[in-house]
């Protein structure tokens, strides 16, 4: 990927310029430069879409494209579409960590804490550890693999190791561990511990870590595109200057990885850097795909793949868009109208008023409370004023203040959709009491039902180049003409009830609309309307902005933004049914896979896009949108059509492509599973499948996730299976594998031709034959309703998981607390330092205090974002095997696992300060403080009666402890503990009604950080 650099200039309009032109650069083949993290794409999968476990600790691309995946339980592959985990049942090691994955020409290798796995062909093979006298064998953990001369070479406690996939044996002994390795300069490197070995034709040589880092572990090694090395330790980034270690960064490296483009990605606990040329351009702190980053892979396609410890696999792709909002200084995200000044500035109508954008920050220029409705709807800027539409009458800046010109007192009220000065100098206005018409000598004139119009609502007004006036109204197309109104397109072919949402004219005079009717375009050639829709290959899209540009036509609507190339409409009015060939480039729910999922587009009229150079603005509920339209379609590399396996008699096989598949006799139900590893949301693959010789045509899966195709009962011949891409509208990339069905003794030809002689003999054999023929075919059909029975279980467990979590947080809830905390408990009792009572488990009880305020005073949405963050600060609080659930309401209940007892009151204040040192931002920019209030109990309370009480009612306590500190003027926390000396009646061992008779006998005492509190009187409600 080349670097791609933006324009700058110190004029306005030449800054502004600047933006406009983004996309104009160089095409690149990976991440694109110049791009910040933020502006990427990503896509994030975890646990609940098939990753074995949520941290991601390897990433690996083979040959035939597929992802590998490697975390804490199990290995994943990954098709673009798919998961297949590996686990435990496939082979044991793979029960502990993935650490490292490498591909060779037919193998994957695997590092895991208890040694080396080779898999091929469907099959894990454990690769044993040839060892020396004085060594010894046992767990072999693999950290770091790379290619060899004859197989890889693996990093080992003592040494670089070497296997063929047969053995694993010592290759270069070392004085140190090797914890990385590297191949770089024609030589292999060796990160050590305080050092790293340079293994070459000459020898081994020693390249020391400075003095400070000499019991630092080089934990990651990296080559950049200036051939320069680099070393990650946990002290630390190292540079190689000559013979010599340079410290770049202090912060503990977790992943380094150098891609195509030159970047150098650095990951840190804290954060994610991007160095080029050996400095940092960028660092990415708390977005989502930066955190706790552990693997950093670059696949084949440019896409930069992040596995994190916390949030599952990352993708991040260049995307066709940049998003402009607040952080560039725009007060409301919520746009309506965008549009250019004479001098290229770029003015955006929103929910409050009108700011500017000046190439790097967004400038107020109106606010909404000076308007006659704070919503601008739409704009038309002029050299000395700028026209503004809103939901209630047209306002005038000019020179800084806003005037409302009396001669359009008519229009208050209204909502005004559209603005246009004609090249005659007329000013038009679409509104929703019709349309007007201030002429140049100052006088208005209103058109409405009463002069034409079916439908007084008027959406937009389009002036042609041979100076026609057409107005858009909710009930079809008019043109203006001498002062009266003509409906168009009536005799043409256009639907009277068309409701008019865009108008654009191509170059050759054509006009193109976008409309509610079927969410399609309508195109006019001069004498008839062509319907273009799904028919067509249209996606279905209520159009608000079209544009067309470099070949193509932008078309931008609800659903979001596609193109299509602009010859494809040329002859379409004569041959209605040719295709189309449509791309999906921002998918806001369309009726089809791919494209850049993202929020587009607002509102019907006017001043709804611009196309500034090569960039296409657009109005969004998130701020200005701003897309490529200049971005090259990168062919990138095919996908390779594949057919993984052929169940055959019940067993799985891999077929050999270059050699038929020889059945046995009875093989005549067959279930074929094929892929196509991608990873281009761009250009999704659409797979069909045939069987040549029994199929008659190509067959579409069940459904685009499904890659598996299932015959029965095939009768006996030569056949070809076949899968192939459709993404193109022909079959590409087709792969193919050969199979025959040998015929039964029956179906045979010398059989046929005996037939008139064996006839009297199948009378008396053929029922039985026809009996066990009978129970052939059922045995297959309940072998088939099994899978499918199997599928549909599957299906059922994903379900369930979904139930056990809070649709808002992502939290659990409690359904999956009633099921997990008793299992958990069992376990830990049988641990002796929680039997003995010296460990607890620690129920709190979370509520957000004057949490009703954030409600009535931000609304409810707020409400719900200050919820998700509370969750997320919550859960980055506690440790592994901890329980962060929601409650109900504004109630977060955290369960921690065991840890000794009498740590309520530093866990209570923990939580009440992190919840008060926090400042939640809410949608609309503004920022608001918070208070908890914490209610804490340990269980079990008495280690002499460990099941005296359930976990619902240590909550109880947890809960009556809540209430006390909500009573003692929240913002603190408050805790049950046994009074000293305090034990449970004699010969009691479990009670199941109301915990609180522990608190009124006595037996329990209320304390807070600062002491013993008395406990308040029985029935005391304190309001939350």
Not at 607 to 624: H, K, S, Y
Not at 673 to 683: C, K, L, N, T, Y
Not at 872 to 892: H, P
Not at 950 to 955: K, L, S
Request: charged content about 25%; hydrophobic content about 40%.
């Amino acid at each position: 990927m080349r670097v791609r650099a933006l324009l700058r200039a110190a004029a306005a309009r030449a800054a502004c310029a600047c933006a406009l032109a983004w996309g104009l650069a160089t095409p690149a083949l990976a991440l694109q430069a110049d791009k910040a993290f933020r502006d990427y794409v990503r896509d994030t999968w975890g646990v609940e879409h098939g990753l074995p476990q949520i941290s991601v600790l390897a990433i690996v691309q083979d040959q035939d494209g597929y992802l590998w995946l490697g975390s804490q339980g199990g290995l994943a592959r990954y098709d673009g579409v798919r998961f297949t985990p590996y686990g435990q049942q496939d082979a044991p090691e793979l029960g502990g960590h993935v650490l490292a994955l490498h591909a060779g020409n037919d193998r994957l290798w695997i590092g895991t804490t208890q040694g080396l796995l080779v898999f091929r062909n469907g099959r894990f093979t454990r690769v044993p550890l040839v060892s020396a006298p004085d060594q010894a064998q046992g767990d072999f953990p693999v950290r770091t693999i790379v290619a060899g001369d004859d197989g890889v070479l693996v990093g080992g406690p003592d040494g670089v190791y070497a296997s063929d996939g047969t053995r694993l044996t010592l290759l270069h002994p070392l004085a140190a561990p090797a914890w990385s390795l590297l191949r770089h300069r024609d030589g292999i490197w060796v990160g050590s511990t305080g050092q790293v070995f340079r293994l070459d034709a000459t020898g081994t040589h020693s390249h020391a870590l400075p003095a400070a880092a000499a019991l630092a572990q080089v934990s990651r090694l990296a080559g950049d595109g200036d051939g320069r090395l680099w070393a990650g330790t946990a002290q630390g980034l190292y540079l190689l200057e000559g013979e010599a270690w340079q410290r770049i960064a202090d912060t503990p490296v977790e992943a380094l990885q150098s891609d195509r483009d030159g970047n150098l990605w650095v990951a840190s606990p804290q954060r994610l850097d991007r160095l080029r040329e050996g400095r940092r351009v960028e660092s990415v702190v708390d977005l989502p795909g930066s955190r706790a980053i552990r693997a950093i892979h670059e696949d084949r396609d440019g896409n930069l793949w992040l596995g994190s410890a916390v949030d599952g696999l990352t993708r991040a792709w260049d995307g066709w868009t940049k998003r402009l909002g607040h952080e560039q200084g725009l007060r409301k995200a919520l746009l309506w109208s965008i549009a250019s000044g004479p001098d290229g500035t770029v003015h955006v109508g929103g929910s409050d008023g009108v700011d500017s954008f000046d190439g790097q920050r967004f400038r107020l220029r109106a606010a909404g409370e000076r308007l006659p409705h704070p919503e601008a709807y739409t704009l038309l800027v002029e050299t000395d004023r700028t026209w503004i539409g809103t939901r209630a009458g047209v306002a005038v800046l000019r020179n800084g203040r806003i005037e409302s010109p009396p001669v359009l007192a008519p229009l208050r009220g209204a909502q005004v959709s559209g603005i246009v000065r004609d090249r005659s100098g007329r000013l038009w206005f679409a509104t929703s009491d019709g349309l007007f018409l201030l002429w140049p000598d100052g006088s208005l004139s209103q058109y409405g039902q009463a002069q034409g119009l079916a439908d007084g609502r008027a959406r937009l007004v389009h002036e042609t180049r041979d100076g026609r006036i057409l107005v858009g109204t909710n009930r079809g197309l008019y043109e203006w003409r001498d002062g009266g109104i003509l409906a168009t397109g009536r005799d043409t072919g256009l639907a009277e009830d068309t409701m008019v949402t865009a108008i654009h004219e191509l170059e050759d005079g054509r006009w193109i609309i976008g409309g509610t009717r079927d969410e399609q375009l309508q195109l006019f050639d001069g004498k008839r309307w062509t319907a273009l829709g799904r028919a067509q290959g249209i996606p279905a899209n209520i159009a608000f902005f079209i544009a067309a540009n470099r070949g193509w036509l932008w078309v931008a609507g609800m659903r979001g933004v596609y193109r299509l190339p602009l010859a494809d409409l040329d002859g379409t009015p004569g041959r209605p049914g040719r295709p189309v060939h449509a791309e999906i480039v921002i998918n806001s729910g369309a009726d089809r896979p791919g494209g850049q999922v993202d929020k587009c587009c607002n509102g019907a009229g006017n001043a709804r896009g611009l196309l500034a150079g090569d960039t296409l603005w657009l109005p969004t509920r998130d701020g200005a949108l701003l897309v490529d339209t200049a971005r090259p379609s990168e062919p990138g590399v095919a996908p390779r059509m594949l057919i993984e396996r052929v169940q055959v008699l019940g067993q799985w096989q891999y077929p050999d492509q270059d050699r038929p598949l020889q059945l046995p006799l009875h093989a005549r139900d067959l279930k074929f599973e094929f892929s196509a590893p991608s990873f281009r949301p761009d250009r999704p693959v659409q797979l069909r499948y045939r069987l040549v010789g029994y199929d008659r045509g190509w067959r579409e899966p069940d459904a685009p996730h499904l890659r598996n195709a299932v015959y029965t009962n095939l009768p006996p011949g030569d056949y070809r299976f076949e899968v192939a891409d459709f993404s193109a509208g022909r079959p590409d990339n087709v792969a193919g594998m050969r199979l025959s069905i040998p015929p039964r003794w029956h179906e045979a030809l010398v059989f046929r031709l005996l037939l008139p002689l064996l006839l009297t003999c199948l009378v008396f054999i053929g029922y039985e034959w026809l009996q066990r023929r009978h129970a052939r075919q059922r045995a297959a059909l309940e072998q088939l309703v099994q899978e499918r029975t199997r599928d549909l279980q599957a299906a059922n467990e994903r379900l369930e998981t979904l139930s056990f979590t809070d649709p808002l947080t992502g939290l659990h809830n409690r359904r999956y607390l009633s099921r997990q905390v008793p299992a958990d408990l069992a376990f830990y009792q049988r641990d002796a330092a929680y039997r003995a009572g010296i460990e607890v488990v620690v129920f709190a009880l979370l509520d957000l205090d004057h949490f009703k305020g954030v409600n009535d005073t931000h609304g409810h949405a707020a409400g719900d974002r200050v919820l998700e963050r509370t969750a997320a600060l919550l859960t980055a609080l506690v440790r592994s095997g901890d329980y962060v659930a929601r409650w109900g309401g504004e109630e977060f209940l955290l369960v921690f696992r065991p840890q000794p007892r009498g740590s309520l009151a530093r866990i209570g204040e923990r939580l009440c300060a992190e919840i008060r040192g926090h400042a939640f931002e809410l949608d609309d920019g503004t920022r608001c403080k918070l208070t908890a209030s914490v209610g804490l109990v340990e269980c079990p309370l008495f280690p002499q009666a460990p099941h005296l009480l359930g976990w619902e009612q240590m909550v109880t306590l947890a809960d009556r402890a809540l209430y006390r500190a909500k009573a003692d003027g929240r913002n603190t926390g408050a805790a049950y503990r046994p009074r000293e000396d305090a034990r449970p009646p004699a010969g009691m061992t479990a009670f199941e009604g109301d915990p609180s008779w522990l608190v009124e006998t006595g037996l329990l005492e209320l304390f807070r950080a600062d002491g013993v509190v008395p406990d308040a009187p029985a029935g005391t409600v304190t309001p939350r």
